[in-house]
């Protein structure tokens, strides 16, 4: 009898062995994973976010402005026109048009330009640090999907593999073969992993509205990559924060502010003023009759040149000292980005080797570790020397295994594109 019994259990563990290992039945689907959107790759979502995302055309805009403004450079005061009548006189300066241009030096406008382009190329700088820190947020959440959605596609091999579990209990436990508990067990697994693979793709569709947002597009976009991968790093040894976006920017920053305390010493500078004066006499209005005779000849009488000098200086001398105070200002906020930016750079770069020595070991092991235990697990299992539990405790650690390979892909490509936004090679 017991021999018996023994080749029973057998039968039912090797039926429910080939009953698990049978194609999951298109009925069995519970839970639709299906994410909605236009595939993009990530250069399309770069081009896009060019063209789209709000930051960039503000910049843009901003950019515009500074362009606008160079035609600010040679600004000159309103002409000033005077008419003058005076009836007691005959053609002297008192009677005709007068035109009166006032000018600064002629370094007071080339200063002043030299000023606006320079603040027209920190823009542009500052422009292109909004655009890599828009790429590494874009890629950020790229990837992200990417990791999310291999993760779904993980517990969708498990939520298989727990359906049939759960079927397989319940028919054991209908059958007299097991306890109800191994089959509300099963049930469990199950109902927790469909929860799961429910969170996850709640963050998916969470992800995929960020990215929108980045976008600035209303259609649902996901990525075009069916696996997950990781990022081909190179170049990314060596770090030059005076050759870097926010590097760049810095320095043009300064820049400006050079061309603004040589801008502001031009107040020093002495002005000019132009008149010219032209006759017009009313020859019917001469109440006292004057003789005007000797004026007969010619309309033009003649010009005055004038020239400003700044005897009170302290204004200037004060906006000197404030250009001065502003360059200083910038110069050690330059320093100090400088520091954190070095310091960022040596975290993210113990962060990748970290990264990178995790994935190389789940590259070297995953695949083999994955395979003995699904081999042992269903040879001890076909052969009655393991449970059910047991056989799905050993599927669960092998989907264990490709968990942590995704994972250890996710913090990598993290730490690439870290690295990449800090470098300037996004």
């Known amino acids: 009898m017991n021999r018996i019994k023994i080749t029973e259990n057998r039968v039912v563990a090797c039926f429910a062995a080939i009953l698990l290992l049978l194609p999951r039945p298109a ?91 320079a603040e027209t190329q920190a823009e542009k700088s500052r422009l292109n640090v909004v655009s890599q820190q828009l790429k590494a947020e874009i890629a950020n959440t790229y990837y992200q999907m990417l990791y999310q959605a291999h993760r779904l596609q993980i517990l969708q091999r498990i939520d298989s593999v727990l359906e049939r579990y759960s079927k397989i209990a319940e028919m054991r436990y209908k059958a007299g073969e097991s306890r109800k508990l ?32 980045q976008l600035n597009t209303q259609e649902p976009v ?11 790093a190179q ?12 590097g760049l920017y810095q320095q043009d920053k300064l820049i400006a502010l050079d061309k603004e305390i040589k801008a502001a010493k031009t107040g020093f500078a002495p002005s000019l003023s132009l008149s010219l004066r032209t006759q017009c006499v009313i020859s019917s209005w001469n109440p006292y009759n004057i003789d005007r005779s000797r004026f007969a000849e010619g309309n033009f009488f003649g010009f005055e040149i004038g020239v ?24 050690i906020e330059m320093r100090q980005e400088q520091t954190e930016k070095e ?23 995953n695949q083999a570790h994955s395979a003995q235990i699904s081999k042992l697990s269903a040879i001890e299992y076909e052969n009655g020397e393991i449970s059910y539990i047991e056989y799905v405790n050993a599927i669960e650690e092998t989907i264990d295994v490709l968990m942590k390979h995704a994972d250890a892909i996710n913090e990598y490509n993290q730490a ?4 990449q936004r800090l470098t300037g090679m996004m």
């Open 235 to 246: 170049n990314l040894n060596t770090y030059n924060y005076q050759q870097s976006a926010d």
């Open 27 to 117: 009925g069995a689907q519970h839970f639709d994973a299906h994410i909605a959107g236009r595939k993009v790759t990530l250069q399309e979502c770069f081009d896009l976010a060019a063209r789209q995302n709000l930051q960039m055309q503000a910049g843009k805009k901003s950019v515009e402005r500074a362009q606008v403004m160079q035609g600010t450079a040679w600004e000159l005061d309103k002409t000033e026109v005077t008419f003058s009548q005076n009836p007691a006189t005959g053609g002297e300066s008192d009677n005709g048009f007068t035109f009166t241009q006032s000018l600064d030096f002629p370094t007071v406008y080339t200063s002043r330009r030299n000023q606006l382009k």
């Open 182 to 213: 191994e089959y509300l067990s099963a049930d469990r697994k199950c109902n927790e992993n469909r929860l799961e693979m429910a969170d996850v793709k709640s963050e998916i569709e969470r992800l995929q509205i960020d990215l929108m947002s």
């Open 343 to 365: 310091r960022d750079y040596r975290l993210c770069t113990k962060r990748l080797q970290t990264a990178s020595n995790r994935l190389k070991y789940y590259e070297q092991n």
């Open 416 to 419: 690439v594109i870290a690295i």
């Open 308 to 331: 400003g000098i700044p005897l009170f200086y302290g204004s200037t001398k004060a906006k000197v000292k404030a250009a001065q105070k502003d360059r200083e200002l910038a110069e």
């Open 222 to 232: 996901k990525p075009a990559e069916e696996n997950l991968s990781a990022i081909a």
